[in-house]
T-cell receptor, first 115, second 111 residues
Framework: SAVISQKPSRDICQRGTSLTIQCQVD?????MFWYRQQPGQSLTLIAT?????????ESGFVIDKFPISRPNLTFSTLTVSNMSPEDSSIYLC????????????FGQGTRLTVV | GENVEQHPSTLSVQEGDSAVIKCTYS??????FPWYKQELGKGPQLIID?????GEKKDQRIAVTLNKTAKHFSLHITETQPEDSAVYFC??????????FGKGTMLLVSP
């Protein structure tokens, strides 16, 4: 499976600021996704990162709050904008490796604390 | 959309015992059911999966069963070891590589 690297691994941020999280994959992948895992909770899909076009957001998530870029088949970024303590979560990058593939693999995650 | 229920939320067993975690799903169109293990401070790791054309799959001490009619699937871990202690998530696909997760089961294996 692909090796997925996320940066930063953790950060503590002031409310009102923004943080950009990077996801780098060691091979080209068709699908890239961003998930949020709130403390002690399950994983919730934020959006599908589409290469060369706007991301597809799930209900409850909007582009102004979570802008996403995907300039190529190996890299994506998620920005958490105008942060509040409620945004404290683990943010996870996930990839699906081929057209029609259903397997999804995850990076190590970015643990964000907003103070 | 898909809804996945997972039970129990916590499970404590003695080393060597078996552990069973159960999940149900709502969308009959789902055809892929993975299980992930998440250790503290790490991302979820895919440990086993099953597709809707198969009723059971085994990988050493881990097995997964699927009942499509009842829309439920289960994870079975035999001969548990302390290193099996982690949070386990079941999931069902809502599209290509898009997953809906259960709420997780914290498994504690005591020596």
């Amino acid at each position: 499976s692909a090796v997925i690297s996320q940066k930063p691994s953790r950060d503590i941020c002031q409310r009102g600021t923004s943080l950009t999280i990077q996801c780098q994959v060691d091979s080209q992948v068709t699908m890239m996704f961003w998930y949020r895992q709130q403390p002690g909770q399950s994983l919730t899909l934020i959006a599908t990162a589409n290469q060369g076009s706007e991301a597809t957001y799930e209900s409850g998530f909007v582009i102004d709050k979570f802008p996403i870029s995907r300039p190529n088949l190996t890299f994506s970024t998620l920005t958490v904008s105008n942060m509040s303590p409620e945004d404290s979560s683990i943010y996870l990058c996930s990839v699906g490796e081929g057209v029609g593939s259903t397997e999804a693999f995850f990076g190590q995650g970015t643990r964000l604390t907003v103070v | 959309g898909e809804n996945v229920e997972q039970h129990p939320s916590t499970l404590s067993v003695q080393e060597g015992d078996s552990a069973v975690i159960k999940c149900t799903y709502s969308d009959s169109a789902s055809n892929y059911f993975p299980w992930y293990k998440q250790e503290l401070g790490k991302g979820p790791q895919l440990i086993i999966d099953i597709r809707s054309n198969v009723g059971e799959k085994k990988d050493q001490r881990i097995a997964v069963t699927l009942n499509k009619t009842a829309k439920h699937f289960s994870l079975h871990i035999t001969e548990t070891q302390p290193e099996d202690s982690a949070v386990y998530f079941c999931a069902a696909n809502s599209g290509y590589s898009t997953l809906t997760f259960g709420k997780g089961t914290m498994l504690l294996v005591s020596p």
